[in-house]
């Protein structure tokens, strides 16, 4: 499938879905919408995806041919953004399927509903859960599978991407691994799964022990997504959620190097890391014990000198091995988790 | 408004919308339907509430002349059972609305929708939350308001009740206090409120927040009905979502004699109270620092020499003062507020 992934003057720092469909989805980018960096290529903004040569334009007339047009940024609140209807339009009108994670639904707006109807191409909002959803039972425990858990200091620190990388290293250690998508764009990624932010509360517990649960099977380890963070003033209940309705034996603290407030909530300080671990394991003590397996620090925005030292104090911190799964894979925390 | 409660083989100990509507509500009630306890009164099930005299009957068409049914029962699940599917049929008949705290929707069941068409009745589901809703902002410490909130070492400990007593002590000692109802009971209570049970997981802090933005300007002091346990297997996410949703000042940790596994979940026993008031303190903190008030015991399963001993012990082990708010009311926690 060739997608085109709109990331309007956001690509690739606040562009989440967009990196992570160019580094880890099975499509085809052909083109980036970038209005704001239109003229380069991914590679000059995000180098080693294997996708150096696409192109990065300024909207849909100047993208080559494509099936899908896929919404690869996700504001705080998961609006639809007036800016990005042109494109939305004429992808519609070039017969493309639209796919998107907003919690604004396309399906709902009534211009593009009829437009898709017209040209008979499809608007998937992924972002819409089951609706037999239920309360959980708290049987994760019982299942034959363990579970390991990403967990965040605040959003947007890499705990979809650690989790991505933890399960390729676990596959090439030759066992038998599952990735249990929570958000948007691991739900792309992984062909299917329930968009737990989405959930209704009482039943978001319920809703990752499901989705627990359908891969318990075919997997004798499972790597969840997790989302937000547990000291996050908006997210937490998410968070939560996924703490307790996955019971997971193993959690990976995800922190983004040098990052001392909450995104978007700069009154909010984030507290010591190791205090956010201690926080995250007594949390999930209460229901199921756990214990922290690794740490894994987003150091994009330093260089290799700098970015190794982080990492060290990252690790000696926590007392848990360290990696940048960017810069060096998740081997380093697997070999935690093979060695119990 | 004359109202017959629904509360099928579980009145009093576990009808808390029932139990809670007879003792706080505005309404004349004018009959509880339980076929288990049907020939007694109120009064011999549940002394106290200003309702002995009141029958408890078997059904529908043994009530007196009402205006509603009220759902008085709320199952794990929140399920309606097919056995009360006469009782709302003949209420309908009779003329009278239907409320319902449920998360199955009367609204949406074919058979009452069309019976209440035609006899021109409401079906009230006060579960519904506003379509609206948003992330949390994070605001509320920046509000001309203080507010207290109940939390729990599980479901069902008596949060609405203590958070009622506070309201009640306050207004008492002349203090300008108002009520944050979050489930279903309190808002029929309230006459208003979001069931922040039912939000969407993204918003559920942002639900709690507009409910204390909206009565800010109006109160000096607020108190919020918690819900769940930030140690229940399934509720966690809701309980977290209303504690960093609220950002208290003030938390106040109800519990019940003697329960020391989740009801409902008998494997997952329930730490020490202290150590649950901790973790309640240091997730708040994380966010917003708060600090305990009080604790609430509900000893209604004890007599009054035990009772006595069991909230003094109770006090004790939380470092604050205790009460069990059904027998003494909640003056000893409000004067702690006072005092500050």
Avoid at 97 to 126: I, K, N, P, T
Avoid at 270 to 294: C, K, S
Wanted: net charge negative.
């Amino acid at each position: 499938m060739r997608v085109v992934i709109l990331a309007h003057e956001q690509f690739p720092d606040r562009a989440k879905t967009a990196v992570g469909v160019l580094r880890y989805g099975d499509q085809e980018v052909v083109a980036v919408l970038d209005r704001k960096t239109a003229g380069t290529t991914v590679g000059d903004q995000l180098p080693g995806v294997g996708a150096d040569d696409v192109p990065v334009v300024d909207g849909v007339d100047d993208a080559p041919e494509f099936d899908a047009l896929l919404i690869g940024i996700a504001p705080i609140g998961g609006g639809f953004e007036a800016s990005w209807r042109p494109d939305v339009r004429a992808a519609i009108e070039r017969g493309a399927d639209v796919v998107s994670g907003l919690h604004y639904f396309l399906g709902d707006d009534e211009e593009f509903a009829a437009l898709a109807e017209e040209y008979g191409v499809q608007l998937r909002d992924v972002r819409t859960p089951p609706e037999n959803l239920t309360v959980a039972e708290g049987i994760v425990r019982d299942l034959d599978v363990e579970v390991v858990l990403t967990v965040g200091t605040d959003c947007s620190t890499g705990k979809m991407t650690t989790t991505l990388e933890l399960v390729e290293a676990a596959r090439e250690a030759g066992m038998n691994a599952g990735f249990v998508p929570t958000g948007q764009t691991g739900i792309v990624l992984a062909g299917g799964g329930i968009p737990i932010d989405r959930t209704v509360s009482d039943f978001t517990n319920g809703a990752v022990e499901r989705s627990i649960c359908e891969r318990a099977e075919e997997y004798d380890y499972l790597f969840v997504e997790g989302q937000g963070s547990i000291v996050h003033p908006a997210y937490s209940a998410v968070t939560c959620g996924i703490l307790h309705g996955a019971q997971p034996e193993h959690l990976v603290l995800c922190h983004e190097a040098g990052r001392e407030a909450i995104h978007g909530y700069e009154s909010f300080s984030i507290p010591d890391p190791a205090a956010v671990a201690e926080l995250y394991t007594d949390l999930a003590d209460a229901v199921a014990p756990t214990e922290l397996l690794g740490g894994a620090l987003n150091t994009a925005d330093l260089d290799e000198g700098p970015a190794e030292r982080a990492i060290d104090a990252y690790g000696e911190s926590l007392g848990v091995p360290a990696v940048d799964p960017v810069r060096e894979g998740a081997d380093a925390i697997l070999a935690e988790l093979i060695d119990e």
